[in-house]
């Protein structure tokens, strides 16, 4: 069994910062990528950013240069750097991981339950 805990989240005004933590644990053989999504009401859950396990990183557009991810391997974390943020960044906040859970299983999806980031003046 796998589990994937997010952490962090809160309400920040604009221009403010936040930083969402996610751990993996459980019966995990091997981490690939590890990632943030996020949903804002009434929208479909979106892309934010991806790390591979060798540390390459991908971002969303509209984080590009605002946010940053950060892992550690040994830790099976993943974080979420998020600076100058903006209204349209609120949302529920999901931490995506990709793993194997021993050496003959496939890589699979597992998400955690969300953190809600609030940005609000």
């Known amino acids: 069994q796998v589990h994937v805990v997010e952490s962090g989240g809160g309400l920040v005004q604009p221009g403010g910062s936040l930083r969402l933590s996610c751990v993996a644990s459980g019966s995990i053989f091997s981490v690939d990528a590890m990632g943030w999504y996020r949903q804002a009401p009434g929208k479909q859950r979106e892309f934010v950013g991806v790390?591979?396990?060798?540390?390459?990183?991908n971002y969303a557009d509209s984080v590009k240069g605002r946010f940053t991810i950060s892992r550690d391997n040994a830790e099976n974390t993943v974080e979420l750097q998020m600076n100058s943020l903006k209204l349209e960044d609120t949302a529920v906040y999901y931490c995506?991981?990709?793993?194997?859970?021993?050496?003959?299983?496939?890589?699979?999806?597992?998400w955690g339950q969300g953190t809600q980031v609030t940005v609000s003046s």
């Open positions: 995506n991981v990709k793993l194997r859970s021993s050496w003959a299983d496939r890589s699979r999806d597992y």
């Open positions: 790390i591979t396990s060798g540390g390459g990183t």
